[in-house]
């Protein structure tokens, strides 16, 4: 699918022409949904998620953020190398891809990249998944059944075997719907690449640490070993 994008005096916006007809600078703007009163809810995480409604359409709205050391000089400006090398371009492009592959993951809907100097800041619109839940708010309720688990790792296998590699796969970016249907988010950094063991293995391990540390806060993150291993049986036999 064909991506349309337009520049402006201090930027680019790009949007995927199934969902919207145009684009401009206010949807990226907090202010401009909830002056129109369109505001849902939001979370709280790295940065501010808003979520809103447009268009008989639930829409998750996400500024870039950085984490790590690095947010300690600057939390959400990033080198400017080229619209097709930016945080944003990419996750988005990777995003309209996992839709045509059929994975589960958010639909794409409007990306807005604003220059300044050397650098950038970024905003991504995407659908959000009706009824879902992340997985450590869902365990931190109640122990899930195994088949959850083994839709996880089935789940997980699917993006694998299509070359999907997930930069953040962690208890967070795993949600469960109504339907127990499970769902990747936040494909930021994520790519896709040749199937290989070392970081499919690299992936899960990074889920599983996870788990562990969400196991290691307050309150009680209700799984056990087995549940894992549950999980890790129907990936390999999935894979």
Same mark, same amino acid.
């Given at each position: ?12 916006l ?31 995480g ?15 709205l ?13 939390n ?24 045509? !592959?059929?994975?589960?993951a ?5 990306g ?11 905003? !991504? ?8 839940r ?11 059944? *195994? ?28 949600m469960l ?6 769902w ?8 896709l690449?040749?199937?290989r063991?070392?970081w ?5 391990a990074? *889920?599983?640490?996870? !788990?562990?540390k969400e ?25």
């Amino acid at each position: 699918m064909q991506i349309e994008k337009q520049q402006t005096p201090d930027g680019w916006l790009f949007y995927n022409p199934t969902v919207w007809q145009e684009v401009n600078d206010a949807y990226f703007e907090p202010r401009h949904w909830q002056q129109n009163r369109a505001v849902v809810g939001q979370a709280m995480g790295r940065g501010k998620t808003l979520f809103f409604r447009f268009e008989h359409r639930e829409c998750v709205l996400r500024h870039y953020h950085r984490g790590g050391l690095v947010s300690k000089m600057s939390n959400d400006r990033y080198f400017y190398s080229g619209l097709q090398r930016s945080r944003v371009w990419r996750e988005f492009s990777l995003l309209i891809k996992l839709r045509e !592959l059929a994975l589960p993951a958010p639909l794409a809907i409007a990306g807005r990249l604003k220059r300044k100097g050397f650098s950038f800041q970024a905003d !991504l619109i995407t659908e959000r998944i009706h009824g879902a839940r992340d997985l450590a708010n869902l365990l931190s309720e109640r122990r899930l059944p *195994l088949t959850v688990w083994q839709n996880i790792g089935e789940t997980i296998a699917a993006f694998h075997k299509a070359g999907v590699y997930h930069a953040d796969l962690n208890l967070r970016n795993v949600m469960l719907d109504e339907q127990r249907k499970v769902w990747l988010i936040d494909f930021d950094s994520g790519r896709l690449c040749r199937p290989r063991k070392k970081w499919q293995q690299a992936n899960l391990a990074r *889920l599983y640490r996870s !788990l562990e540390k969400e196991q290691a806060k307050p309150g009680y993150c209700h799984w056990l070993e087995s549940d894992w291993q549950h999980l890790v049986a129907a990936y390999k036999q999935a894979l």
